[in-house]
DNA sequence: GAGTGGTCTAGACCACTGA
DNA sequence: CAGTGGTCTAGACCACTCT
């Protein structure tokens, strides 16, 4: 019996030959796990495996229940200027939208603390919203903003842009920036927002935001799904 | 029969707290799949889907048929500060090694050609490393340089920092510096040289680097495995 | 050579989505 | 309701590492 390389590896590659032909395009749907494994003579585990390798590679995505897909191209994104996501997103010639989750008034948890300077037991508005491209949903973010800076902004409408509320209503410019990025895993909330399965893959980006003199304003912790995005800085070092 | 959450769920919790109460210390092997399975009463295959979760958060990680291991804290590390890795690792109270796989000079892929912004068919010198953190290999990276810049370079201790040879052969000092960072898989060498499985998520991080005068010196792409870095940007917006 | 993860088979039932 | 992925069982052989 031959066997030059893997059956994943064989399957990988005829799905990725595939794509790159043009032949399945970028968010369409792939045939079910069940027909795959029909397809090629093998059981839904090994197809299983082949996908989620080509998701790891980011040249497909899944969504909880629903199917496989084609990843549509990465956005490219550059935390380091903390400009309008929508604006962002149709200067790639592309769809952006933006949903309100939830709002509250929470007490800071430690790890908010010390990433904000508080003292302990601080109070801070919480906003949590989840942003889409072209239709589908790629990030999920949570800002917790000093409420002393930003009397009433619960009550306006927050699926705009924070960064034009700040300065409109506020006159709070960002000024120095700093940002963290890991990859991890989705868990919990976090994979219901962006109908991933626990445990799979994201990018998740940190940021601290100072205002025009220095003083830290607020944070905001973006979960992208994984394949979704291409950070790409540049800059002079300081 | 109760069902309050899934096995794999509880199998992630139970080697979770494990690890948060120091009893699986960082570094340290996990009990072999088959032992798992035992002690927790189900099969192979749902070990490994609470294995690979919990790789996927990065907590712990996997060397290709060696077993399972407690993930060390990641390294911080800064893409803009083209500093010395040595030098980087140490401030950080951790240990840092070098090892040079290959040195060639080749022709260049497209892809390289366009990144450089080179005709066609140039040549260009490859070199290409692995780094360790504390013993363990962290990180795959390959550089292209231009040969008419680098003269003789290909003689040299490789296994130092390039900064510095740069710096004290040629004169050459690192001005502007651009990166992009997608989250995406290992393959092939990559894998094998970061003794991870085909299809691991890795963290690419790719740069170009130009001089003091503003002209394009080398390009580095880095593929880091995920849990061992967290990147980290402090900057003021040009 | 013993032990490890890598790969694979051939099924099963469940939870959720969408028409 | 039919169809999808999510989860799980109970095994098997292979390729590689380590001693």
Chains 1, 2 share one sequence.
Not at 64 to 90: C, I, K, Q, T
Not at 123 to 128: A, G, P, V, W, Y
Not at 175 to 182: A, E, K, L
Request: aromatic share 8%; charged share 25%.
């Amino acid at each position: 019996m031959e066997r030059t390389t893997t059956q994943t590896a064989q399957i990988r590659l005829a799905l990725t030959s595939q794509i790159n032909s043009g032949l399945l395009q970028s968010g369409m749907k792939l045939p079910s796990e069940r027909e795959l494994s029909e397809l090629f003579g093998t059981t839904r585990i090994t197809i299983k495996e082949a996908l989620q390798s080509l998701e790891a590679e980011g040249r497909i995505y899944c969504e909880d229940r629903r199917g496989w897909f084609v990843a549509p191209p990465r956005l490219v994104y550059n935390p380091l200027y903390r400009s309008h996501f929508h604006e962002m997103v149709e200067r790639q010639q592309r769809q952006a939208s933006t949903r309100v989750l939830s709002v509250r008034n929470i007490v800071a948890a430690p790890s908010l603390c010390q990433e904000l300077e508080l003292p302990a037991l601080s109070r801070l508005f919480q906003i949590r919203r989840v942003r889409s491209l072209d239709g589908r949903v790629v990030m999920f973010v949570e800002h917790h903003l000093k409420p002393e800076r930003f009397p009433g902004i619960l009550e306006l409408d927050l699926s705009q842009s924070l960064t034009g509320i700040y300065q409109q209503h506020y006159d709070i410019h960002y000024g120095r920036s700093r940002f963290d990025i890991v990859s991890t895993a989705a868990s919990g909330e976090v994979a219901q927002a962006l109908t991933l399965g626990e445990g799979s893959p994201i990018l998740l980006v940190s940021r601290v935001n100072y205002d025009q003199h220095g003083a830290i304003i607020d944070s905001d912790h973006e979960y992208w799904r994984h394949d979704a995005v291409r950070i790409s800085v540049d800059s002079r070092p300081g």
